[in-house]
């Protein structure tokens, strides 16, 4: 593929209509519902569960390190299966799998060692699920509105992520406990694989049925034939790396969070989920304008627009403490008010730059995976996916634990800075490396 090249509309394989009049794509939003609520319920149960039983950053980035290893390990293999394997049959046994991880947490939960093991099995069959639903998309929505419906995935993900990590996490681990939590995201998997199961025609337009790679020559075949192909395309480079970061970046902080939670904002763990949700509406926001900027400037435009401001806004949380400090010198009524209602003030102000960051992370994720759908291979798109996600997982790994160590050593805001300045750092690096990375590649695949 040329770079700038596009590729013909796949109008022709999906016919134009309301993205919620089609059957297919509502079966798989709620597919995606579903298991996102119990995986991101999952994922906070768990940090509560770590952080409760051990107070240690490092301890929380080493759950996080179970969940993103599997990445590193299968996920281009997960790639290679989503192309050349039935879409549906795949993402039926991930769901499924996960049902079953979700009763061995139910089981052996109470050694925090074997929650770390069945992290790693819940997190590697999760790695098969996510390339085949976002290469199953074009098959089911026409070209045209791929970036609409790339949208309301999306906003599907955050609404799953809000009754997820806002309502069923915190209700059962203020309650019940982590025990009844695991076997309601049980059934909430089971559930969606029983929604997959009425999807259809999601291989309509594989130009050819391959057998999976084998491991080892073939995979490693496979990873350079993919990492080629986004090369030579400069929009989708820059879609996948400012994806790629921007998600890290989130991933990584996840690790601070006990600390900057008690240091900067003078809050529980447990009420991390209610500082942060006012990023929800920055998320809709930007998942409303999105597709409408898309169309105006282009996307791969929307997504660089999108990280620039995702960096500020990141950035911003690191002066938390600065901005309140200036806010009380105001000695404003306002600041009184918020005060008196037992709010802290450090709270309030990073719940206000929650949205702006959920708005321009929102602007990135919908318009890079437009990027992908429209101009990437359609016989390559689940690999080009779950490229994206090993980087990710790469990206995080050792940051994970030396962001775990200094948050133990120096202030979490001061971690914070840091993260954001070496997110900046490798944009710009990689912007300049692919210049001549492009110009030492054959000009098609």
């Not at 240091?263 to 990023?279: K, S, Y």
């Not at 950035?315 to 403490?321: D, H, M, N, T």
Request: aromatic letters at 8%.
């Amino acid at each position: 593929m040329q770079e700038g090249q596009l590729l013909r509309p796949r109008s022709d394989i999906v016919q134009a209509g309301p993205l919620l009049e089609n059957r297919r794509f509502v079966s798989l939003c709620l597919a995606r519902f579903l298991s996102s609520t119990a995986q991101h319920a999952i994922y906070f149960g768990l940090l509560i569960v770590v952080v409760e039983r051990t107070g240690s950053s490092i301890q929380s980035g080493l759950l996080i390190f179970s969940f993103l290893l599997p990445g590193v390990l299968t996920g281009l293999y997960a790639g290679v299966v989503a192309d050349r394997s039935p879409k549906r049959l795949v993402m039926f046994f991930s769901q499924g799998l996960r049902a079953v991880a979700c009763l061995a947490f139910f089981l052996w939960g109470d050694s925090l060692w074997r929650l770390y093991a069945v992290t790693l099995g819940f997190a590697t069959v999760a790695q098969f699920n996510s390339p085949a639903e976002s290469a199953a998309v074009p098959a089911i929505v026409p070209y045209e509105r791929l970036a609409s419906a790339n949208a309301l995935l999306n906003l599907t993900s955050i609404l799953a992520q809000g009754v997820g990590m806002l309502a069923l996490a915190p209700l059962f681990m203020k309650t019940v406990g982590e025990e009844p939590l695991f076997i309601v995201a049980a059934l909430l998997f089971a559930g969606a694989a029983f929604v997959v199961t009425s999807l259809s025609g999601l291989e309509a337009g594989r130009v050819r049925r391959e057998r999976p790679a084998a491991v080892g020559g073939g995979l490693t075949e496979e990873f350079r034939k993919v990492w080629r192909t986004i090369l030579q395309d400069s929009e989708v480079y820059s879609a996948v790396v400012q994806l790629t970061l921007a998600t890290t970046a989130i991933l990584v902080l996840v690790a601070v969070l006990p600390h900057y939670l008690s240091e900067v904002l003078d809050t529980r763990v447990d009420n991390a989920a209610f500082v942060f949700a006012p990023a929800a509406i920055g998320l809709l926001a930007g998942l409303r304008l999105a597709p409408w900027l898309g169309q105006r400037i282009g996307n791969a435009q929307v997504v660089t627009t999108g990280f620039l401001l995702f960096l500020v806004c990141l950035a911003s949380l690191g002066f938390v403490e600065e901005f309140t400090g200036l806010m009380r010198d105001q000695a404003t009524p306002f600041t009184d008010a918020i005060e008196w209602t037992g709010l802290s003030l450090e709270a309030t102000v990073a719940m206000a730059l929650s949205i702006p960051l959920g708005f321009a992370f929102s602007l990135v994720g919908v318009a890079a995976r437009a990027v992908l759908h429209e101009r990437a291979p359609a016989d390559m798109l689940g690999r080009i996916f779950a490229m994206q996600m090993v980087l990710g997982s790469l990206a995080s790994i050792i940051p994970l634990f030396i962001v775990g160590g200094l948050a133990e050593l120096l202030s979490a805001r001061i971690v914070v800075s840091l993260v954001t300045a070496a997110v900046l750092v490798l944009a710009i690096y990689s912007h300049l490396w692919v210049r001549r990375q492009v110009e030492a590649l054959p000009r098609a695949v």
